[in-house]
């Protein structure tokens, strides 16, 4: 198994209760819930090795989150078209002290087939290039390869009855594409390639 993020970053993957993607209280329902509409923004927060609920803190002062014309922000995951950047702020994780970051989305397929999905992956696999795929409704993180293939971290571990059993299957690379694609897209995968670059001065 090769892994693309070191373990201590599957912290960020587990579901957080009463943290919310807004800007301003009034927009706090649990529509706008990590727990409910979190994964993509999740998915995020895995690839920096940070909770989803330090992640939503550092982007709120910087105008992150829009609500869309039914008030829902978890659509609204940016960068969300080909070419847009978003700063994320100097942090900490487990690994130690980062640098701001620019964080660009430079593609989006749709794939429908897993061989798509492999073959996309590997044309645009380095250290700094991350990938989240998912179906109409959920997003689910590459976090390394398994067995020829890729498998997956996913946000919800709601998918096992016991939560221990969901984390033991991401962290030890269980999740395979194909169990996705089975789960969560059906005839249809999304693939968004983003890349990470550390930001100057």
């Not at 409910?36 to 895995?46: K, L, P, R």
């Not at 989240?132 to 590459?142: A, D, R």
């Not at 939560?163 to 299957?169: F, G, L, P, R, V």
Request: charged share 20%; net charge negative; with cysteine.
């Amino acid at each position: 198994m090769n892994n693309k993020y070191p373990p201590s970053y599957f912290e960020s993957q587990c579901w957080y209760k009463n943290t919310y993607l807004v800007n301003q209280t009034n927009y706090i329902y649990e529509s706008n819930s990590v727990y409910n509409a979190g994964c993509h923004f999740t998915c995020i927060a895995m690839m920096f090795g940070i909770t989803p609920a330090y992640l939503s803190s550092l982007l709120s002062g910087h105008k992150y989150f829009t609500i869309d014309d039914e008030d829902l922000m978890w659509d609204q995951n940016r960068p969300f078209c080909e070419g847009h950047e978003v700063i994320i702020p100097e942090r900490q994780n487990k690994v130690g002290w980062q640098k701001a970051s620019i964080l660009k989305l430079i593609h989006k397929y749709e794939c429908k087939n897993i061989a798509d999905v492999e073959a996309l992956v590997k044309k645009h696999s380095a250290s700094n290039i991350h990938f989240i795929v998912g179906g109409e409704t959920h997003s689910l993180l590459i976090a390394g390869e398994n067995d020829g293939s890729y498998y997956l971290w996913d946000p919800n571990t709601e998918f096992e009855t016991s939560e221990k059993d969901a984390i033991a299957k991401c962290i030890n690379g269980k999740l395979s594409l194909e169990w996705a694609f089975s789960e969560y897209c059906e005839h249809l995968i999304h693939l968004w390639v983003h890349e990470i670059i550390e930001k100057e001065g």
